[in-house]
């Protein structure tokens, strides 16, 4: 038995189901609001009918054909109505549906309506019980809708589930490389690399990985060094590593060649700053290129090269002066 689907553009105008011999059996039952309703709610027609018919069907329990088509009808009214996908799923199970048939109607209605809640915990639903099968699709179905809205939350955490629980992490990494290539700024991308080194089981983990990101995100930080989310990337690498972090000296060095470029250079001096609160000893190289930065407006008194740090990121980071005064108020009084 194939998924009851419904009606869809272009097929013939709908027939009222009062209309249809299949229902004549069935005596709608309305909404009931109660005797005084405070503000009742102006439903069309088509859609109190298909509402009074399925309040029929699901208060008999009817398991049939024709109730998991009403569904169909139902969810293309208001497809955020979990009391009825609830219904279908039992119906799906009952009847024996073919759920690779299902998989297209959600397709269907994600199409015009890809941000639902509802929708997402169904296809999980499916997809779990067809199992390994339906990896493959499931990961072109995620990609489809990322090539349209790159940060959609649903498709990415679907993506995360269908990996853990199904598999196919062998292409993974190589697809987040390719999203950042079309944008390096696409931050859900950059997540879900963090997610693909530290989760999959083919990698060998964070330290494994390590290495090779840590120079990956260094051209990308040269390549866009106004791109915060290659910086934060950087820093998760060395989770709970705060040793590895500062004596890495990739990361360091990163730091000077943007700030000797003198532009862009925003996150390059909150990692140094970073850096030097957790122990790092900066050398002259690193001084010089602080000083060039200073204005003429600048205390000739203050050797602090923290303090400086933040005086400098008062001026270029105005939205959070605040922030960089509160951080220089918490740096340790130089004797």
Not at 52 to 63: P, T, V
Not at 185 to 205: D, E, H
Request: one cysteine or more.
């Amino acid at each position: 038995m194939e998924s009851g689907s419904g009606k869809s553009e272009g097929e013939e105008e709908r027939v009222p189901l009062r209309d249809r011999a299949e229902w004549s059996d069935v005596t709608p039952v309305p909404q009931d609001d109660g005797p005084s309703p405070v503000v009742p709610i102006n439903y069309t027609e088509e859609f109190a009918e298909v509402m009074d018919y399925f309040r029929a069907i699901y208060l008999a329990n009817e398991h049939s054909p024709r109730a998991l088509a009403l569904t169909a009808e139902v969810i293309h009214f208001n497809a955020g109505n979990y009391t009825v996908w609830h219904f279908r799923r039992l119906l799906l199970e009952s009847l024996k549906v073919d759920l690779h048939s299902e998989l297209e109607f959600v397709e269907r209605i994600a199409s015009s309506n890809s941000k639902n809640y509802q929708i997402w915990h169904h296809r999980r639903w499916v997809a779990e019980k067809l199992g390994p099968e339906a990896r493959n699709g499931e990961l072109e179905f995620t990609k489809k809708i990322l090539s349209i809205d790159a940060k959609h939350y649903h498709a990415w955490s679907h993506r995360q589930w269908i990996l853990q629980a199904l598999g196919g992490w062998e292409d993974e990494l190589n697809y987040c490389s390719e999203l950042l290539e079309e944008d390096i700024f696409n931050n859900s991308a950059w997540n879900q690399r963090y997610f693909v080194i530290t989760r999959s089981p083919l990698l060998g983990g964070l330290k494994a990985m390590r290495e090779s990101e840590v120079l990956y995100t260094v051209e990308a930080i040269i390549a866009y060094p106004e791109n915060e989310s290659s910086w934060r990337y950087l820093r998760g690498l060395f989770k709970d590593e705060t040793a590895s972090y500062v004596n890495d000296p990739e990361v360091s060095s990163v730091c000077l060649k943007i700030l000797n470029t003198k532009s862009n250079y925003l996150f390059a001096l909150s990692t140094l700053l970073d850096l030097i609160c957790h122990g790092f000893q900066p050398n002259k190289d690193f001084r010089d290129a602080i000083d060039a930065l200073k204005t003429s407006d600048f205390d000739k008194e203050e050797l602090d090269l923290a303090r400086n740090i933040c005086s400098i990121l008062e001026q270029v980071d105005p939205i959070r002066a605040n922030y960089w005064i509160w951080r220089k108020s918490r740096l340790p009084q130089v004797a």
